[in-house]
């Protein structure tokens, strides 16, 4: 009997919808004479997220109700908690155009390749603007998440889907990339049952080093999970960061005591909402814990610092087993002489080597010197290299809180 955390929802099992053997090639072979429906990247790594069973029990996108509900309420219209809507649009015409019960096959507009089967069952047109009220707190199109949502077709469609093909991530992420059922059962051989996800979507430096070694001090694994999908423009790709992150792991952790996966989510930036749909899907993952640490998920300034931890402790008590491990902002002290947290050391600012993700960036961008307090040499060396391999420089903006410069109270 594993001893992990059970899958979210009421059956308690993972629930891949990724067809397989001959159902899968029998379906791609209907799918070519299925209506094609165009769907972005955030939709398709939606949709695949659903066929690895990592967003267990979703069967498919959702409907009116289950909308609404999600918007408002967290939950689906079965009652399960669900912190984030997942839905596919279509235009008018293409809406208009397809019939009660019909078969559509989702095509990736980017890639061009079928991702998914799904049977229409209703079509329905949203308030764009209260989705982003409740899920994202703003309606700023500054905001990306926003953007992604005001920018969405006019008619979402909603039904069951059939997992055709995990597009790029299997191949582009060999290694990496892991469905729940492959994680969980490395987890299981190695025996354990406590296990703390670490979310990463930038370089792994020596605070993250110290939020994951938190977590070893109590738990028996530790899961270093990136976000394979997509990122804003100027942000380190996942093949630069997973060499990274073995670098720093082969050096300073303990053997057997860290898995490194990836998944295929496209962020939302969407903070506190966004921090419980990864710790849903961490659930099923088999992780015990997410570790929260300051503005989870966020973008810009529109979560406050912890805003990602407290909204925990707004939801049911039994809405979610993968329960947070917050954790203030880290960083180096020089009079502690070591990592410590706002929680931890008792010193100033002038103290401290406080020196955000894009600062950092910046400096490596230019060819400057990085504190070694600040990351590991080895890791600095991939990431000086990646920098000086890059044909043009990135324009990096500063801004704010966010990156954690600047104090916000
Ligand atoms: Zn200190």
Not at 369 to 378: I, N
Request: net charge negative.
């Amino acid at each position: 009997m594993s001893k992990l955390v059970k899958p979210h929802g009421k059956d308690k099992k993972l629930k891949p919808l990724l067809l397989e053997g001959k159902e899968l090639s029998e379906e791609k072979k209907k799918a070519e004479g299925l209506r094609k429906v165009p769907i972005t990247s955030r939709e398709t790594g939606d949709a695949i997220m659903m066929g690895i069973g990592a967003f267990t029990p979703l069967g498919g996108f959702m409907c009116d109700e289950d909308w609404k509900g999600v918007c408002r309420d967290m939950k689906l219209k079965d009652g399960t908690f669900w912190p984030i809507p997942v839905t596919v649009s279509a235009t008018k015409e293409d809406a208009n155009a397809i019939k009660d019960n019909e078969e559509v096959v989702l095509i990736d507009e980017e890639s061009l390749d079928p991702i998914a089967t799904m049977t229409v069952t209703k079509k329905y047109a949203i308030d764009k603007e209260l989705e982003c009220r409740e899920v994202f707190r703003t309606t700023d199109t500054e905001h990306p998440g926003v953007a992604k949502v005001m920018s969405q077709k006019d008619v979402n469609l909603a039904g069951p889907i059939k997992v055709i093909s995990e597009s790029y991530f299997p191949e582009e992420f060999a290694g990496i990339y892991q469905r729940p059922a492959e994680a969980r059962k490395m987890f299981e051989e190695k025996g354990w049952s406590t296990v703390a996800a670490l979310q990463l979507r930038n370089p792994m430096h020596r605070s993250h080093e110290y939020l994951a070694k938190i977590a070893l001090e109590i738990l028996d694994g530790l899961y270093i999970h990136q976000l394979l999908g997509k990122l804003k423009a100027g942000d380190i790709p996942a093949d630069v960061r997973v060499k990274c992150i073995d670098v720093l792991v082969d050096n300073y952790f303990l053997k057997d005591s860290v898995i490194q996966g990836g998944y295929p989510l496209e962020m939302r930036y969407g903070g506190p909402r966004e921090a419980l749909l990864h710790a849903v899907f961490r659930q099923n993952y088999g992780c015990s814990h997410l570790i929260v640490g300051r503005d989870h998920a966020g973008v810009g300034d529109y979560y406050g610092p912890f805003d990602a931890q407290k909204i925990f402790e707004e939801i049911p008590k039994d809405a979610l087993e993968c329960q947070p491990l917050k954790i203030d902002w880290t960083f180096y002290c020089f009079k502690c002489r070591g990592m410590a947290s706002m929680k931890t050391c008792p010193h100033g600012k002038e103290d401290r080597l406080l020196l955000s993700g894009t600062m950092l960036r910046k400096t490596l961008s230019e060819g400057g010197e990085v504190p070694a307090d600040f990351s590991r040499p080895e890791v600095l060396t991939i990431l000086q290299d990646y920098y000086q391999g890059l044909e043009k420089k990135v324009d990096i903006k500063l801004h704010g809180f966010a990156t954690g410069e600047g104090e916000k109270k």
